[in-house]
């Protein structure tokens, strides 16, 4: 296993375009989580899945996200009509279980720009 | 007033240096986690601790649960550890994390 991999690593779009972002976790781990990260601060909660079932949603992901997570396995984020304030990192993990008792497993992170 | 602040936002170094970075939080937690992050944004979990304090190489990390704060401190400090720092709180049976801001540690050589 080599851990959680996203793709692509880097993606420019211009603005009112979709864009759509994969995450492959650690095959055993049943939680994968998306997050936001923008220039200079922390990680912002996105939304979450237990297997296939999305379990939470930030209020942060508006209506132009969604995301899915089919059969357990990868995950895909979906951005609609981007704009540019979308520009950040954007971040996958995973786990075993919930994060008061395991670590997290992060992938590098693809790097959105819309232009 | 975010949930998670850390202290210093920057700070630079020489090496060999002992390093402390600060962590306070303002909500219930069952466990923090410290968490290390190189330019291009690959993060790597570096602690998940709930009490005490945890040791590895010449990293530690220290909570006090009742005071609502961590440290992380490493010592002898080298260039190899510059990097962002990030400490990241978790709510009871929570899955979700809430980070702090990031500490950006330079260390000169």
């Known amino acids: 296993d080599t851990g959680v991999s996203q793709d692509p690593r880097h993606k420019i779009t211009k603005r009112g375009q979709n864009v759509t972002f994969r995450c492959d976790p650690i095959?055993?781990?049943?939680?994968l989580y998306w997050y936001r990260q923008t220039l200079g601060q922390g990680p912002e909660f996105l939304t979450y899945f237990q297997n296939e079932a999305q379990l939470e949603k930030s209020r942060l992901l508006s209506d132009r996200f969604s995301a899915e997570r089919p059969k357990g396995s990868f995950s895909t984020l979906e951005i609609q009509r981007t704009e540019q304030g979308d520009s950040a990192m954007y971040l996958c993990?995973?786990?075993?279980?919930?994060?008061?008792?395991?670590?997290?497993?992060f992938g590098s992170g693809t790097r959105l720009t819309v232009v | 007033k975010n949930e998670v602040e850390q202290s210093p936002q920057n700070l630079t170094a020489q090496e060999g240096e002992f390093i402390t970075i600060n962590c306070s939080y303002s909500?219930?937690?069952?466990?923090l986690h410290w968490l290390q992050q190189h330019p291009g944004g690959g993060i790597v979990s570096l602690f998940m601790l709930s009490s005490g304090k945890k040791k590895h190489g010449r990293l530690i990390a220290t909570i006090n649960i009742q005071e609502k704060h961590s440290s992380l401190h490493i010592t002898a400090s080298h260039p190899r550890d510059s990097a962002v720092y990030i400490c990241?709180?978790?709510?009871?049976?929570?899955?979700?994390?809430?980070f702090g801001e990031g500490t950006q540690l330079t260390v000169n050589p």
């Open positions: 990241a709180v978790a709510r009871y049976s929570g899955s979700r994390l809430t």
């Open positions: 095959s055993e781990h049943n939680r």
């Open positions: 993990a995973s786990s075993l279980g919930t994060a008061d008792r395991f670590g997290y497993t």
């Open positions: 909500v219930g937690i069952s466990a």
